[in-house]
């Protein structure tokens, strides 16, 4: 049982550059989410998804893109890297809505 | 939406005393309350929870308190040891017209437990 799983652990980007961060877990939880966590700042929730097929939008949506065609797979879309997404990137999953709710290990990103 | 706020942002205690964290919240239907604990380059984890209808919960050194009419809950770790130095936050699950099914997170406390 490995929990929750994230690739890559570090990445470095050029600004404008694409990539996708993925998110897998095999607890079968239903509800799974991405943060960023910066500095003096906290975690804030990106997007999440309360089941297959189901996205919503959390408080710093904009530059990412999220889909979840699986129970066990929730990737985070950069669709043109900015440096103000340099960030640590966290996902997380729980069972039937925002409780409890398990981290991966995170992705640390930067970009120049 | 939820707003959460977290005082204090860093907090130094001596081995052995009690250090208390405490975070407001905006939503009065906000019903969950998660306190996380982060080492220095590790994964939150959670660390112990409370829901609306409950005034207190305790685990072992940890426990946390809730006044739903004030809207702030506070986390309190007793007989602290240097291994509960980490950066702890808050969150707030949103009512259903907030956002129930997100958690805000407060922006976290360092707590060093100096020996």
């Known amino acids: 049982n490995a929990g929750v799983t994230q690739t890559p652990k570090f990445q470095v980007l050029k600004t404008g550059q694409s990539m996708t961060l993925q998110c897998a877990q095999d607890m079968n939880h239903e509800y799974m989410s991405w943060y960023r966590q910066d500095p003096g700042m906290g975690l804030r929730l990106i997007h999440y998804?309360?089941?297959?097929?189901?996205?919503d939008q959390g408080e710093v949506p904009n530059g990412y893109n999220v889909s979840r065609s699986t129970t066990e797979d929730f990737p985070l879309r950069l669709l043109s890297a900015a440096p103000s997404q340099t960030s640590v990137y966290f996902c997380a999953s729980s069972y039937g809505n925002a409780e409890t709710q398990y981290f991966g290990p995170g992705t640390r990103l930067l970009v120049l | 939406g939820e707003n959460v706020e977290q005082h204090p942002s860093t907090l130094s205690v001596q081995e052995g005393d009690s250090a208390v964290i405490k975070c407001t919240y905006s939503d009065s239907a906000s019903n969950y309350f998660p306190w996380y604990k982060q080492e220095l380059g590790k994964r939150p984890q959670l660390i112990i929870d409370?829901?609306?209808?409950?005034g207190e919960k305790k685990d072992q050194r940890i426990a946390v308190t809730l006044n739903k009419t004030a809207k702030h809950f506070s986390l309190h770790i007793t007989e602290t040891q240097p291994e509960d130095s980490a950066v702890y936050f808050c969150?707030?699950?949103?009512?259903?017209?907030?956002?129930?099914?997100?958690?805000?997170f407060g922006t976290g406390t360092q707590l060093k437990v100096e020996l």
């Open positions: 998804s309360v089941g297959a097929g189901i996205t």
């Open positions: 969150a707030a699950k949103g009512g259903l017209t907030g956002g129930g099914n997100k958690l805000t």
């Open positions: 409370i829901r609306s209808n409950v």
